[in-house]
């Protein structure tokens, strides 16, 4: 059942308010921030009359911002709320309230999902927008890397881990056994390469062992005995897209072209006016944040909540027709550096109004045929012979004429060719900061938990902490945020 704070403070906390400092950075993000909307956005994951009343949703809430803020975990968070008088302060908590122990907590993020989560951070970010801190000039979008929180397996290793995995999931079912546990788990580990003759022994024990317990143990048991069916499946040379079994959802990527590694991706959107983070979203590690699903995704995100920008900056990984094509249905320049520019474009000069392709040599092209996505340009056979500079001509190739084509996506950029543009992708940098924030002082750069939904919760309340501080700084330093009413929050 919901429960409610009182708001009764007995006399032993008169006196506390002196010994809490009011220009400490909670003290700040309490006098910011309204945060009445958390009991009436999620009361509905809570029922209304069964069961001993919970808990105030808000002091739990609050009591993870503290854990994600300081990087702490839910025990020590619970054990520092017990005598840190300016955490039992920030949380709304008397000197002889029970605090919440660390299981209450594990309870509530369950409860709560990563949906509730997010419903909590759009909350914030609305009141943000709703006191005109959120600008519309420039949107940045980019990911960042979170390792995941698991060892990495050659392939013996992941095969040994998905057989004990098995067995133990079995065993919490009280299923018979059978002597699995004596013929199939290996609890050493061989950390050197493995040679071929190793692996195929262990693969055909693995076989062996799917043979034994497939179908015989339920769906739990099923369903992992799936996964390890998909490992064994796997094409000789290649690796396993399963990493881990602690960890399913778990996925190799690359960071840069030579380093690697195994975990998510946290992709943003940043307003660059305000520096904070209007929409998050979580991906699995070999996912490509540029794919136009996930760019188009984030942007909806920040439509929904009217939130919307002159232009979206991003890195190379964006650079697409369709990406650009979106961006430009919804208003926005889009400034994305090309992933391989065409150097044969730059020697021709193309009027956007006109449609025309003109040479440096100051003569125009006197065709233009569509082909497949765009056109090709042809130019006068005349003109290319007399042209003192033919030798050096990127279109004509051995040609009696040059012959230049332009893709749709080129003619997408060239929209985008502004005096704002080289700006914008300056500025786009700065959303690195945020990803170096979260990763250096609130534990973003490893997964606290497993599975990808639980990683979209940390990635979620890290972001509404990141949130908070901004908010706060910038109600500190320019007197533009005072509180509004609740009904306006």
Request: glycine share 8%.
């Amino acid at each position: 059942m919901l429960g409610k704070d009182s708001g009764q403070r007995d006399f032993f906390d008169m006196g506390v308010e002196d010994l809490v400092p009011e220009n400490h950075i909670l003290m700040q993000i309490e006098r910011a921030i309204d945060f009445s909307f958390v009991q009436d956005a999620i009361k509905h994951v809570y029922s209304t009359g069964m069961g001993r009343p919970s808990y105030p949703p808000l002091v739990l809430f609050k009591m993870l911002l503290l854990e994600y803020f300081y990087n702490l975990s839910d025990v020590r968070v619970s054990q520092e709320c017990r005598y840190n008088l300016l955490f039992r302060r920030f949380i709304g908590l008397a000197v002889r309230d029970k605090v919440p122990d660390d299981t209450t907590l594990v309870y509530f993020r369950k409860r709560l999902g990563q949906q509730q989560f997010e419903l909590l951070f759009d909350k914030v970010v609305q009141q943000a927008k709703d006191r005109g801190l959120i600008g519309n000039d420039l949107k940045i979008i980019d990911g960042t890397v979170i390792e995941a929180n698991i060892c990495v397996f050659n392939g013996i290793n992941i095969l040994r881990q998905a057989r004990e995995h098995i067995i133990r999931t079995i065993e919490k079912r009280n299923d018979t056994q059978s002597g699995l546990r004596e013929k199939y788990l290996d609890k050493e580990r061989i950390y050197s390469r493995p040679v071929s003759e190793q692996l195929k022994e262990e693969k055909e024990k693995t076989k062996q062992f799917i043979e034994e317990v497939k179908g015989r143990h339920g769906k739990p048991v099923e369903e992992k005995v799936n996964m390890l069916e998909d490992i064994l499946g796997t094409e000789e040379g290649k690796l396993p897209a399963i990493k881990s079994f602690v960890d399913t959802d778990a996925r190799a990527g690359h960071s840069s072209k030579k380093k690697g590694f195994v975990g998510y991706k946290a992709t943003v959107s940043f307003d660059d006016d305000s520096q904070l983070i209007t929409s998050c979203h979580v991906l699995s590690g070999n996912e490509n944040e540029g794919k136009h699903e996930h760019f188009k995704e984030l942007v909806e995100r920040d439509e929904a909540k009217g939130i919307k920008h002159q232009a979206v900056a991003g890195d190379g990984a964006y650079d697409s027709l369709a990406n650009r094509q979106a961006s430009h249905q919804m208003g926005m320049k889009a400034y994305f550096p090309s992933k391989r520019p065409n150097r044969q474009l730059n020697e021709f000069i193309y009027d956007r109004e006109k449609e025309t392709l003109t040479c440096k040599a100051g003569s125009d092209a006197i065709s233009r045929t569509q082909q497949g996505d765009g056109y090709l340009y042809i130019f006068s056979v005349e003109d290319c012979s007399n042209c003192n500079q033919k030798d050096n001509c990127p279109g004509k190739k051995n040609m009696d004429r040059a012959r230049v084509f332009v893709s749709k996506d080129i003619l997408e950029k060239l929209k985008d060719e502004t005096e704002e543009k080289q700006s914008a992708l300056l500025k786009r940098k700065r959303i690195e900061k945020k990803f170096g924030e979260g990763k250096k002082w609130h534990g973003l750069a490893r997964a606290r938990y497993w599975g990808k939904c639980k990683v979209g919760i940390q990635v979620l309340l890290t972001f509404t902490v990141i949130n908070l501080k901004r908010i706060a700084k910038l109600a500190e330093e320019s007197g533009r945020l005072e509180q509004l009413p609740a009904e306006n929050c």
